[in-house]
């Protein structure tokens, strides 16, 4: 599949999931580029159709571009529930278990779908998986010894990797600290490598998001799929 392919099935997902936004709800915006199509969609509803909504953003870049539009953006704290989350996701797989955080905004991306009713994931078919893991796994660690942290992963075999701008700096989140990378192939075992993870000192938090979403809409060249989690 090439990118432009690939762009419309992100597109065709995004335009599919605006759909669930209904006047006076209270939204959860995700960050990434399939995402970018789903908040252009939203922002034509605003600006041509007068929807009116809220919205809560995972990140400054998706806050942007939502404010852009007028979409209305508040803080995570002002609100008392968020009714659905729509967010992006790097792969997925039958459990509905995925990694996220490739656009390194995997922080506030889970505390927004935490705080959820709701969670639906948009990808283009690609990332459906049968094993997660192929996708290196990231993990956000506080700078200061960070390079411990790096340290300890190899030592358990978990292949980190510092991710790095196009200056060769190390690329900070929205909360100012670092992503590490791991790449490990193949997860047989995410619940315990979540545990192991979120246990080591210095990790903030990590990519895995287990047992958490509840829809997912995959861009197909026949037109979007809806997954439903009947475990949720
Ligand atoms: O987790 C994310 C950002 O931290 C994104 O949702 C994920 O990387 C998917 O991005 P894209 O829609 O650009 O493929």
Sequence with gaps: MDKAQ???LKKAAGIEAAKLIQ????AG???GSTVRFLVDELG??????????TGVTTSRRTQEQAEGYGIKIVDIDDVDHIDVTID?????????NGIKGGGAAL???KIVA?????IVWIVDESKVVDTI???PLPVEVIPFGAGQVVKRFEARGYKPVLRLDAEGKPVRTDENNYVVDLHLERIEHPEALADDLINTVGVVEHGLFLHMVDQVIVGDPNGPRVLTNSNK
Aim: glycine share 12%; hydrophobic share 30%.
């Design 133 to 135: 893991g192929k996708f």
């Design 44 to 53: 034509r509803r605003v600006q041509e159709e007068g929807l009116e909504f």
């Design 107 to 109: 922080l506030w991306e």
């Design 6 to 8: 690939q762009d419309a």
């Design 88 to 96: 992006g996701a790097d792969e997925v797989d039958k459990n509905f």
């Design 29 to 31: 915006l995700g960050t």
């Design 23 to 26: 006047n006076g709800m209270i």
């Design 114 to 118: 935490t705080n959820s009713n709701k």
